[in-house]
């Protein structure tokens, strides 16, 4: 079994977008607990939630967010990626026209956003 | 081709590798290398094949890593510099060599309900059979499997579930769901949404990457994920 260990047979993007669409997931549901305790010092301990704030304004910390804007859009598409595909019997063409049409509307929604910003 | 010597690792079993030198050619196969070895340099060598132009399905292994019907697999689109690695097929029981037991394989076949249900004896009349239907055209793009189990190799789900159906039993399975001929609707339903079925599938789409007749049991499997979820919300079940 040898030959499985050293499987080379994952490359291609339906596999990849499976392992990103997990292990995003997985890192949200780090991330989660963590938020939730973060949130809950403003009714426990305003003070220490005022310091966690100040600590956004650092680059790392930003840098930290984008990774985590980033999760949540790739985990969400991912997500409506899966379901297109088992649960819309079309044809590959249908969804290819269809992922272009979204991620248009995507980035002129995000153009329009960024500019009201 | 960089040389006219291929330096060839069988991986044995027990762990063992063993290396060859076989000389290369224009037009050779995967599964002439292995051959030229058996007849060549090693006589105790097993491996399996039989009809040696892709129709039987016998001759399936694992080339770099990746699963593959060797008769119809040029070595020279394999070759990683003058270097190739072949083993036996992945998630099957090894017997010796390069020959795999593929009972696991079949028994699963029956396991879906991969089996013709008919109700006609050979006194009914010939049923007629549209062919632009869409159920017919469904069924149609998944009956050229030949049972070669490069699917069921690639499959990260059946390697880690040995419960799991596996993409081939599951596209015949979808593709009888759809043909007329056939009325084993509700067990077959009630196969593949078992604890080893459909909804096990996590559409990683290697059986769809590998497939050497170009078949997609992803999207079969993902039939069956929409009929069963039809067949619970109806029915309960």
New interface residues.
Partial sequence: MRAARGITSRAHPLWLAYILHRLSGLGLALFLPFHFWVLALATTDPARLDGFLTLTEAGAVKLAEFGLVFLLAVHMFGGLRLMALEFLPWTPSQKTLAAGATALSFCVAMLFLLKAI | MTSNILKVTL?RDA?G?TEFDVPAYESQTVLDVVSWIQQNADPTLSYRFACRVGMCGSCAM?V????RWTCRTHISKVLDGDKV?I??L??LP?IKDLTVDMDPFFDKWVGAEAVHHGTLTRDDPIAAVDETSPERVEANAGIECINCSVCYA?C?TV?GNPDYLGPAALQRAWTLLNDAKDEGRAAILEAVSGRGGCHNC?????C???CPNELDP?SAI??L??ET?KSFFKRGR
Avoid: L
């Fill in positions: 991986e762990g590798q694992m770099n890593g990746v699963p690695t083993g036996p992945r998630n090894v690639a990260d390697a996590h559409s990683m789409g290697s769809t990457a590998y992803m993902a039939g994920k929409r979820a």
